[in-house]
């Protein structure tokens, strides 16, 4: 987090300067929080203002799940093969699709591209169970890509 100290003058030749210079600021930053104070002196009249901020690279971002369309059209591909593989699974199985895997499962698959039942089970959803279970197909699977 930042701090920016700002005057704005009363006087009304530098209060309107003095509020597009503070307004112009808060256009580029995320604000926090103010803090002000009124000054009265002999020579003259002003708020001081100090803002915290924070800069727009210091914002944390929203962490949201990888999305299919995030993946390169490589990616995408075996992405696609992984849902093909994934269906015929399930139907083998007699079960729904997500019983064998989610597609976020398979987008990490994608992303990560285990190369043994080891690395699978790394895979956020791969518990020892589920890549004991499916493992040696997926791994056939981004072999055979």
């Known amino acids: 987090m930042n701090i920016q100290v700002f005057t704005i003058r009363i006087a ?3 209060l309107l300067s003095d509020q597009k210079r503070l307004n112009d600021f808060l256009q580029q930053v995320k604000f926090v929080k103010s803090t002000t104070h009124f000054v009265a002196s002999e020579e003259c009249q002003y708020w001081s203002v100090l803002l915290h901020y ?3 690279n210091e914002i944390p971002e929203k962490k949201r799940p990888v999305q299919v369309a995030d ?20 139907e083998r199985l007699g079960i729904p699709k997500f019983m064998v895997c989610h597609n976020s499962e398979l987008i990490n698959i994608v992303l990560y591209h ?6 699978l089970k790394k895979i956020k959803g ?3 169970k589920k890549a004991e279970k499916y493992g040696e197909d997926i791994i056939t699977v981004l072999n055979a890509i």
């Open 126 to 128: 791969f518990g020892a």
């Open 71 to 90: 993946l390169t059209p490589g990616g995408q591909y075996v992405f696609e093969c992984l849902k093909q593989w994934r269906t015929e699974k399930a």
């Open 114 to 119: 285990p190369k043994d039942i080891e690395g």
């Open 12 to 14: 009304s030749e530098h």
């Open 54 to 56: 924070e800069t727009p």
